[in-house]
């Protein structure tokens, strides 16, 4: 699998997760009251898996020099404001091509914990270690504190991309 199929497409199928979660949040009696809700005292808000979710594709396209932003870290209010960094991910997103992408055997470099962590690596494994890795981690938060709260959702709802190759029984 090339880079282009690891990153960016999984990460673009996903947001359509993650919109399509948030969707029918906005319809639970809850209503925005949701976006505060934590699986544990120790863990993030759902806004800030939110959050994390829509920035962690833009971090990896700046680490892997395919695009040059900074966005805040400051977590969503409202599912408006959480379709927003969505909307505002997919869009960067569309702007890389397969042709864009680095070698797989490029380095990368980069810190987390302001700079208690520094790590050196390939692209391809930035990727697949720490990037994805993340990204799905926080996706799954955002499903079981929708699901905690009482959210009508299952794994059909988690990965509805494999639909996509459903063969009905013969």
């Known amino acids: 699998m090339n880079l282009y199929d690891q990153?960016?497409?999984t990460y673009r199928s996903r947001l359509s997760t993650l919109s399509a979660m948030l969707a029918k949040a906005e319809a639970h009696e809850a209503g925005e009251a949701l976006l505060q809700a934590k699986l544990?005292?120790?863990m993030h808000p759902l806004a800030m898996q939110?959050?994390?979710?829509?920035?962690?594709?833009g971090d990896t396209a700046k680490r892997l020099g395919l695009a040059d932003n900074d966005w805040s870290m400051?977590?969503?209010?409202?599912?408006?404001?959480?379709?927003?960094l969505i909307a505002q991910t997919s869009e960067m997103l569309d702007g890389i091509s397969r042709e864009d992408l680095p070698s797989p055997d490029a380095r990368v470099e980069f810190s987390i914990g302001d700079g208690a962590y520094n790590f050196e690596m390939s692209d391809e494994e930035y990727v697949r270690e720490f990037s994805l890795p993340n990204f799905y981690f926080h996706l799954s938060m955002a499903y079981a504190i929708l699901r905690?709260?009482?959210?009508e959702i299952g794994k059909a709802?988690?990965?509805?991309?494999?639909m996509?190759?459903?063969k009905a029984p013969s």
């Open 7 to 9: 990153s960016v497409a």
């Open 40 to 42: 544990s005292d120790d």
């Open 50 to 57: 939110i959050k994390f979710v829509t920035n962690i594709p």
């Open 74 to 84: 400051e977590p969503p209010t409202s599912f408006s404001e959480a379709k927003a």
């Open 148 to 151: 905690m709260k009482g959210l």
């Open 157 to 162: 709802d988690f990965i509805p991309h494999m």
């Open 164 to 166: 996509a190759y459903f």
